[in-house]
């Protein structure tokens, strides 16, 4: 089992930016895919971005593709998200999950076992 916990959440005005981090532990991060999901209010739980075991895959979703930016470190077995040019519609509960099976860099809600409890994001206009 992997454990995931996540922090870096706030509020913050459009433009901004945040950096979520995502600390695994249960496994090395090169040796999983790690994703960034997250829940609007109402709304279904949504693929972010995602990276595989090796690093050399990474998926974005179109709507925060160029803005955000997965990233790892190995050392801390730490996953992060950056996010830039924040925008209202980005205010949702950010959730970093894990595959354990996969080396690609997944993006489907069901492919990952394993959930953080999230931290939530929110962008003022």
């Known amino acids: 089992q992997v454990t995931l916990v996540e922090s870096g959440g706030g509020l913050v005005q459009a433009g901004g930016s945040l950096r979520l981090s995502c600390a695994v532990s249960?496994?090395?991060?090169?040796?999983?895919?790690t994703g960034w999901f997250r829940q609007g209010l109402g709304k279904d739980r949504e693929f972010v971005a995602a990276?595989?075991?090796?690093?050399?895959?990474?998926s974005y979703s179109d709507s925060v593709k160029e803005r955000f930016t997965i990233s790892r470190d190995i050392a801390k077995n730490t996953v992060y998200l950056q996010m830039n040019s924040l925008k209202p519609e980005d205010t949702a509960f950010y959730y970093c999950?894990?595959?354990?099976?996969?080396?690609?860099?997944?993006?489907?809600?069901?492919?990952?076992?394993?959930w953080g409890q999230g931290t939530q994001v929110t962008v003022s206009s």
């Open positions: 990276v595989n075991g090796r690093g050399q895959l990474t």
């Open positions: 249960g496994r090395r991060v090169l040796s999983i895919t």
């Open positions: 999950a894990a595959d354990r099976r996969s080396s690609d860099a997944s993006k489907g809600v069901r492919e990952y076992e394993d």
